[in-house]
């Protein structure tokens, strides 16, 4: 069991995909992306989801399954994670080109969608803020737990006050290039304290680590290093299509502190939901509200002018 890359059943059991493609980013990398959902009805509006760091599509699995009924869904792993293979290049700009590479190979010209973003998927779509691809196809876009800067000095993993100890300490925790080993009910005890929500029931945590603990050590740290000198405050203001912003009270990666300045600064931001008592891994931890808001966003937000051109 130990080296399952996700949990097998249950909700958070990754669905099968309808489809699966290749999709090459701008220096030849090669991205596994899945679609899920009625993909002939012009009729289903679409949806991109961009998960976070030491993760795969995996992590969305219940935002899959319930959108797939009548959205389409496309899911990509970041480079190195899930089954697309490690890329020398870790970079903010080699996340804004992949994400590019996907809207590209998955979207027609002109049709737009809802991105949601966890984490480092949020940072992808930043990066990307001004991309053309981005401004083409993003109708409206979800950032779930997730930051622009100063990740590691913010993040309350370490129980101390904020100060050079705190994020020396932090730095090295986050950046460490130890291998995660098997998934035991110690890991699952430090997984859910530096990522989850006290209250988060064991099959959430379960799920959490299997996803987590099958990311390459290699890739893992060399990632770590981009999101330690992260700096995308200036992708913030690019964003001018709607965002909404989702983030949990007892996330200790990117506290709440990171949500607020996100949505101070955002030009278009329709709300910032904050969650009581919840972590880092909201879509995992709170999967009905968060698919709740990617699909009023695609009902609210995709225009229907490409579906009465394709019917």
Do not use: N
């Not at 009805?41 to 993760?55: R, S």
């Not at 200790?252 to 972590?279: D, F, N």
């Amino acid at each position: 069991m130990s080296r399952l890359t996700h949990v097998a059943s249950g909700p958070y059991a990754p669905p099968a995909p309808a489809r699966e493609l290749t999709a090459v980013s701008a220096d030849g990398a090669r991205l596994h992306v899945e679609l899920h959902g009625p993909l002939d009805d012009p009729a289903a509006p679409a949806v991109v989801l961009a998960h976070g760091w030491a993760c795969s599509t995996a992590f969305w699995a219940a935002q899959i399954r319930a959108l797939a009924a009548d959205h389409r869904v496309i899911a990509y792993d970041q480079r190195g994670h899930g089954r697309s293979p490690a890329s020398p290049a870790c970079s903010t700009e080699a996340l804004a080109d992949d994400l590019e590479a996907v809207l590209k190979a998955t979207l027609a010209p002109g049709e737009q969608a809802v991105i949601a973003g966890h984490s480092m998927g949020g940072m992808t779509v930043m990066a990307a803020a001004a991309r053309p691809a981005l401004r083409e196809h993003a109708a409206a876009v979800l950032l779930c737990s997730t930051g622009s800067s100063r990740l590691v000095a913010s993040a309350t993993v370490v129980p101390l006050r904020e100060g050079r100890l705190r994020t020396w300490l932090t730095r090295r925790i986050l950046g460490s290039r130890a291998p995660l080993g098997p998934v035991t009910p110690l890991a699952r005890r430090i997984l859910k304290y530096g990522t989850m929500g006290a209250g988060s029931d064991p099959h959430m945590v379960e799920a959490c680590a299997r996803v987590v603990h099958a990311c390459p050590r290699k890739v893992r740290h060399a990632w770590s290093q981009v999101l330690d000198l992260l700096d995308l405050d200036r992708g913030i203001r690019e964003l001018t299509m709607p965002v909404e912003v989702v983030v949990g009270t007892a996330d200790r990666l990117t506290p709440p502190v990171h949500a607020r300045a996100l949505a101070g600064a955002l030009p278009y931001c329709l709300g910032l939901t904050e969650l009581p008592g919840l972590g880092h891994m909201t879509p995992v931890e709170a999967p009905e509200l968060v698919t709740g808001k990617i699909r009023t966003l695609a009902s609210t937000h995709i225009p229907a002018a490409h579906v009465e051109e394709s019917a």
